[in-house]
């Protein structure tokens, strides 16, 4: 127990460090928010929130950088820079789901969307100037010409003006204010109000919607027509592809040779399916570490489909049977239909699990940790993860406290390598930090997050407090940790 109490002392002087620095400062610009303050600072018109513990070593780094971006807008009366000490707040990072350290949630008016900007304070300048500037351009027919070919893809509102449905337009556009630019018009050439018009430089270049405008027509009309029939896949528009709601098609090519081989029907059936799938060319050569996400071994050409909204994947059965449009759009029908079943990534199931802390993989995660008798205390690591590394000590003396109260206890300390194993589709929440702990109690299916000190006091705390079983423990770490000092 003294290697935990060590680790106490080293998180206790990161937090001292941290918030002398970031939250001592006098000059700092950056609103310190409390359930006192939040609902008031949130409701104006912009502000950027960090969320942040003081031992989380990425939140000490972003620390400088959101100060002097605070400062370098500090004359900018319409930009708020705020952070929410999720240690001290637990209830207002619980509310808004935050699942890892920093976390950057933007709010208009009380209504956050997620930051995806860079973390330097000049990035974070120019995204928060953008995002605060109005998110539609009004336009004339003089100057909607420029506009339709100023960007990839531009969509036009032709509405009067004061009609209702700008409002509509309003809405949309700052929900993709990251991906396309919007404009408004009142009269256009080639239709009649009202209606859109989204440019695009591929494809058949424009594509028309007229009649009402209502924001699931716009979002239903900009998310089928925004992507190529078929796109080359990179850095610059995978996250755009992530965002979409509807799954993902990709074909893996090792060479030119491979992907032209298969263009013209490939590229058939991504017309036949346009709408409801997105298709997508991958070059293994440069991302061919991403087949083991999407359940394919690196041998090309090969094809899987990804559900993005429920990271199922769906891969095409790699043989010596040669890859064809055929077996393809086979493969997609199966897949929409529910023929096919997505396969999941696990480890092998440990022969033997007597450890402090339970192994979950992917095979047993229902049967470990949904079980209805049991309070599972959960977390989510990699192995390569410095912050898991120092955790492990702290969180292997937790679970041999809870394993030696009660043999049988029905209070379960586990852990889940969550870059070698599958997340069932039907856990509410992704991994994206490590490490993730979470708490599911005993009855339900509810998580909750643990945001707390990670020292075995403030897991026994947690513990006692929310777990359905009362399980006693003799912690003598308290008692320790006086000794040493």
């Not at 930009?79 to 208009?108: H, M, N, W």
């Not at 969307?113 to 605060?132: E, F, M």
């Not at 799954?247 to 060479?255: D, E, M, N």
Request: charged share 30%; hydrophobic share 40%; net charge negative.
């Amino acid at each position: 127990m003294r290697i935990s109490s060590a680790i106490a002392l080293v998180t206790l002087a990161a937090t001292a460090v941290f918030n002398g620095v970031a939250q001592g400062a006098e000059d700092s610009k950056v609103k310190v928010l409390t359930s006192e303050n939040f609902k008031d600072v949130i409701n104006q018109k912009f502000v950027l929130v960090d969320f942040y513990a003081p031992w989380c070593g990425h939140c000490q780094n972003l620390e400088p950088e959101y100060e002097a971006a605070a400062k370098m807008l500090k004359d900018d009366e319409t930009i708020q820079l705020a952070k929410v000490d999720c240690v001290a707040e637990k209830e207002i990072c619980k509310t808004y789901e935050v699942g890892s350290y920093p976390t950057l949630k933007i709010f208009r008016y009380g209504v956050p969307r997620d930051y995806k900007g860079t973390r330097k304070s000049g990035g974070i300048v120019s995204y928060l100037k953008k995002h605060a500037a109005p998110p539609v351009t009004i336009l004339t027919p003089e100057t909607l010409p420029a506009f339709a070919e100023s960007e990839r893809v531009v969509v036009v509102a032709v509405l009067p003006a004061n009609d209702p449905q700008r409002e509509e337009v309003d809405k949309i556009a700052r929900y993709y204010r990251d991906d396309f630019i919007f404009g408004v018009v009142e009269e256009h050439p080639d239709v009649k109000a009202p209606a859109v018009v989204l440019y695009k430089k591929f494809d058949e270049g424009k594509n028309i919607l007229e009649g009402e405008i209502t924001d699931a027509k716009l979002v239903s009309f900009v998310r089928a027509n925004c992507v190529p029939t078929i796109d080359e896949i990179g850095a610059n528009n995978y996250a755009h592809y992530m965002d979409a709601s509807i799954p993902l098609a990709y074909l893996f090519y090792g060479t030119t040779d491979q992907r032209d081989k298969l263009k013209e029907g490939f590229e058939a059936v991504a017309k036949e399916w346009k709408g409801k799938v997105n298709f997508v060319y991958l070059d293994a050569q440069k991302y061919g570490a991403h087949a083991a996400n999407v359940g394919l071994k690196e041998n090309w050409p090969a094809f899987a489909i990804q559900d993005v909204s429920t990271a199922e994947k769906f891969p095409l059965e790699q043989s010596d049977e040669p890859l064809t449009a055929e077996r393809i759009k086979q493969h997609i029908t199966d897949v929409v239909a529910g023929i096919q079943k997505a396969k999941v990534k696990s480890e092998a199931i440990p022969e033997s699990n007597d450890g402090n802390v339970k192994i979950v993989v992917a095979n047993t995660y229902d049967e470990i940790v949904h079980d209805k008798e049991k309070d599972v205390l959960i977390e989510y690591y990699a192995p390569w993860c410095g912050f898991c590394k120092h955790l492990e000590p702290i969180y292997d003396e937790v679970g041999a406290l809870y394993k030696g109260s009660n043999i049988g206890s029905n209070i379960v300390v586990a852990k889940f390598d969550a870059t070698a194993n599958d997340l069932p589709a039907s856990v509410p929440f992704v991994v994206d930090g490590y490490p993730t702990i979470k708490f599911k109690k005993a009855g339900t299916k509810d998580y909750i997050e643990y945001s707390g000190e990670r020292t075995t006091e403030a897991f026994i705390s947690f513990l006692e407090k929310n777990a359905v079983n009362k399980v006693e423990v003799k912690n003598d770490t308290k008692k320790e940790t006086r000794d040493e000092l």
